[in-house]
Each structure stands twice: as C-alpha cells, then as structure tokens.
C-alpha cells in the first residue's frame, strides 16, 4: 500500500548551513564543508527557516514500503554529515597478534599506514586512506587512531585497513591476528 506522503524532519545545530540544490545536499561548519549527492532517491528535500532555528525536511510522495524505507536512510546521512562538521569522527584499532608482534607506521602526513611482521610475513601492506581521513599512532601501546569528518570515508578506510590484514589459508578460529575497530568516537567531545 502507497502512502500519500511520508515526512521525516532534522534540526539544524547554531553555526551549521545546510544548502540543498538539485538533490545535492552541503553542510557547511566549523570543521569544514561536506557534500553528498543523493539524487538516485526521489524524494523532496527543503531546508525551512524558523523564528527558534531552521531544520531540513525531507518528503516522499506516493512511496512504496522499499521508498520511504529510503527516507530514514538519508536523514541519517544528512544527520551524521552535521556530526561530522561540528564534532568529526574517530576510529581507535587494536593490532591483535598471539606471537608475531604487528608493526603499523603510518605516514608523516598520516595519509597512508604500512603493515609490517603480519604473521611473520616478510611482505609489507601498504594502506592508503581516503582523501580527509588522518591515521596515527595512540599513546596506548599497539593502537591506531583514523579521524576525520566524513563517516563513510573514516569507516571504509578502517575496513582496508583490516581487510589488508585477512588470515588466509589457515584456521580463522585459531588465528586470530589482524588489525580491529575497538571503539568509535567523536573527536570534539562535550565537557
């Protein structure tokens, strides 16, 4: 059964601008600008200006059970995109390893990170991060920090990270080894 109209609506934080234009949604704040297309989703999205704050709502007309499914999904991506502009995103990795210790250098400008000694390996992985994601070494022994603004791009260049670091071959049961997200996080974080 089609539904006349669904609505979904997101408030917008002081020191945010949310512009939409053709299905192209920017966010623009203090720790920089976001842009995300979401034009494969037919749906109405205006930003509304109020006296006590404006907020972004979203609509869908006539849409199937599948379609209005998609309303969430894109809330929530507008809705981690103002996350991402006011308090970024950071990903903390463990280096799990039972004998061969895993040696993790990330690059000067944190742009790539090199795994050496996986499984006693002699071969050296090079994983490059995506564009505005930074990767460096934790205080705390054996742990890599992924920070940046947008999420997908932070958690996709989390997931090479440990894909690079897949036990093959050998009883995955047994061997444990790899690099794991331990803890995800914000990097401004309310006092």
């Keep these: 059964m089609k539904d006349i109209s669904a609505v979904e609506t997101l408030a917008i934080p002081e020191g945010v601008t949310v ?49 209005v499914a998609c309303l969430r999904t894109i809330k929530s991506a507008v809705e981690n995109m103002i996350t991402g502009v006011t308090k970024g995103f950071l990903y903390k990795m463990k280096l799990v390893y039972a004998h061969f210790p895993i040696n993790a250098i990330p690059a000067d400008d944190g742009s790539a990170v090199q795994i050496r000694n996986f499984l006693g390996e002699k071969i050296v992985r090079d994983c490059p991060m995506l564009e505005g994601v930074k990767v460096s070494l934790s205080e705390v022994k054996d742990e890599l920090v992924i920070q940046g603004n947008d999420i997908e791009k932070v958690s996709q260049s989390c997931a090479s990270i440990t894909d690079k670091t897949r036990v093959k071959e050998k009883d995955i049961r047994k061997f444990l080894d790899g690099i794991y997200v331990s803890s995800v996080e914000n990097v401004v974080n309310e006092a």
């Design 19 to 67: 512009s939409v234009k053709a299905r192209k949604v920017s966010v623009e704040g203090p720790r920089g600008v976001l842009h995300k297309n979401v034009g494969h989703v037919a749906m109405d999205i205006q930003v509304v200006k109020a006296t006590k704050g404006s907020k972004v709502v979203f609509t869908i007309w006539h849409g199937s059970r599948k379609h």
